[in-house]
């Protein structure tokens, strides 16, 4: 880590690299992402657009460390600080994710036996906020996406593809954060609660938030976007 000036972006990615080797077939190698890069500053929301397959989930992983890109660099800027996550520890990056990154992926992963509330109230939990306060916020945005409040005590395991989507969504935007990433967080959304996604990143990025997104939607792309790049 070394200090930053407030004249630097949020967010610096530098020449990434990914190819795929598959090695159940004849190692065929391809190459996904090819010198990949981009800077955003606070409060600005970069959409990566392009058709299914053009490694825009690929390029959203590696900014939050879920893939390793063969070369490049992202560097985070915030609280005066700059962090490289490919060359922080395992430690770094935890911290980093758990405390300033928020995601959505395009599916839940759903965890048996645990409530809609307590996975969305959870990452408020894990940095040691006060659980009762914690839930409250969880049913205030729970409330916001129309999840009814019957739902709240059971496991989002047998919710439905759009229910399951909100409790993601719920939880990646119940802690304030300098980075949000989001997969395709409104496709199997109707449109009133598009709207109140919407709401939310807006908010977000009033805040400083810098956003990068996938969007199924034109219209929430048109939106959103001060960038776009087309893979
Ligand atoms: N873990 C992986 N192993 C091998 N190939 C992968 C892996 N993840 C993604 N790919 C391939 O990389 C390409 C881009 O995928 P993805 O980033 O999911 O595209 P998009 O999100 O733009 O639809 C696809 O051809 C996909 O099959
Ligand atoms: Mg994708």
């Not at 005066?80 to 992963?109: A, C, M």
């Not at 496709?187 to 805040?207: G, R, T």
Request: aromatic share 10%; charged share 20%; hydrophobic share 40%.
């Amino acid at each position: 880590m070394n200090n930053a000036t407030q004249l630097t972006p949020a967010l610096e990615v530098k020449n990434i690299t990914k190819t795929f080797t598959l090695h159940q077939q004849q190692g065929v190698a391809y190459t996904v992402l090819d010198d990949f890069s981009f800077s955003l500053n606070r409060g600005e929301c970069l959409v990566l657009n392009g058709p299914s397959g053009q490694g825009k989930s690929t390029a959203l992983k590696i900014l939050y460390a879920n893939y390793l890109p063969d070369s490049g660099e992202v560097w985070f800027h915030f609280n005066n600080h700059s962090v490289e996550l490919y060359s922080s520890n395992t430690h770094q990056v935890v911290y980093l994710r758990e405390n300033h990154i928020g995601y959505v992926s395009q599916f839940l992963r759903v965890i048996p036996r645990v409530s809609a509330l307590d996975i969305v109230a959870e990452p408020l939990i894990s940095q040691g906020f006060d659980e009762s306060a914690s839930r409250d916020n969880a049913a205030e945005l729970l409330t916001r996406l129309n999840i009814p409040e019957k739902l709240w005590s059971l496991s989002p395991y047998t919710f439905s593809g759009g229910e399951q989507q909100r409790i993601n969504i719920a939880r990646g935007f119940i802690k304030p954060v300098p980075f949000l990433f989001l997969d395709e967080p409104t496709a199997s959304l109707d449109e009133k609660n598009k709207q109140v996604v919407l709401e939310l990143i807006n908010e977000f990025k009033q805040n400083g938030t810098a956003v990068v997104g996938i969007f199924h939607d034109a219209d929430i792309r048109q939106d959103l976007a001060d960038k776009i790049i087309d893979l």
